[in-house]
T-cell receptor, first 110, second 117 residues
Framework: GQNIDQPTEMTATEGAIVQINCTYQ??????LFWYQQHAGEAPTFLSY????GLEEKGRFSSFLSRSKGYSYLLLKELQMKDSASYLC???????????FGTGTRLKVLA | GAVVSQHPSRVICKSGTSVKIECRSL??????MFWYRQFPKQSLMLMATSNEGSKATYEQGVEKDKFLINHASLTLSTLTVTSAHPEDSSFYIC?????????????FGSGTRLTVV
């Protein structure tokens, strides 16, 4: 079966660094995506990893280890507006048909 | 960047009626679009893959006769919820990808909040 796991909730302080983990067991792998979703809104694309290693984009970085079925999203210099759900999604077939993880609700406190 | 327009953003309908949701790719062509459903505090669940000019592919457990998908052009896909019931109340989101966009990710529509009363 297909399984993508993330912690349900996390809390962090403004200005801090937070790491959101995602583990996956899927029948195929053609890339892993991270999306940010604010309540009541559509997800917005944050990052994409298909090879092992770290991808950095400003305050956001994403890491992938294919052998371990593991990824994380690193958010630096947290801001209040970063309070949102973060969704990990895997493209299992190369057709961009995503399977989404359970999502992690991040609360940033002042 | 690529923009996907979804309409309506909110709709309330009576049980037994049908509701149509439109998803349009603006400024790019999308041969494939995806429809998702999201219940409160849960993640997105893929319902179906909409293919231009052919029948949609439905995920296991999704009733194709209840959720009618039409992808009649390269920029428009519609999802019709037929004979809606209160348990169909949910957030429906479509997504599409511009193949010429090196962003890799899919662009999502703004979503439709359906409430069946």
């Amino acid at each position: 079966g297909q399984n993508i796991d993330q912690p349900t909730e996390m809390t962090a302080t403004e200005g801090a660094i937070v790491q959101i983990n995602c583990t996956y067991q899927t029948s195929g792998f053609n890339g892993l995506f991270w999306y940010q979703q604010h309540a009541g809104e559509a997800p917005t694309f944050l990052s994409y990893n298909v090879l092992d290693g770290l991808e950095e984009k400003g305050r956001f970085s994403s890491f992938l280890s294919r052998s371990k079925g593991y990824s994380y999203l690193l958010l630096k210099e947290l801001q209040m507006k970063d309070s949102a759900s973060y969704l990990c999604a895997v493209d299992t077939s190369g057709t961009y048909k995503y399977i989404f993880g359970t999502g992690t609700r991040l609360k940033v406190l002042a | 960047g690529a923009v996907v327009s979804q309409h309506p953003s909110r709709v309330i309908c009576k049980s037994g009626t049908s509701v149509k949701i439109e998803c349009r790719s603006l400024d790019f062509q999308a041969t494939t679009m995806f429809w998702y459903r999201q219940f409160p505090k849960q993640s997105l669940m893929l319902m179906a893959t909409s293919n231009e000019g052919s029948k949609a592919t439905y995920e296991q457990g999704v009733e194709k006769d209840k959720f009618l998908i039409n992808h009649a052009s390269l920029t428009l896909s519609t999802l019709t919820v037929t004979s809606a019931h209160p348990e169909d109340s949910s957030f429906y989101i479509c997504s599409a990808r511009d193949s010429e966009d090196s962003n890799y990710g899919y662009t999502f529509g703004s979503g439709t909040r359906l409430t069946v009363v």
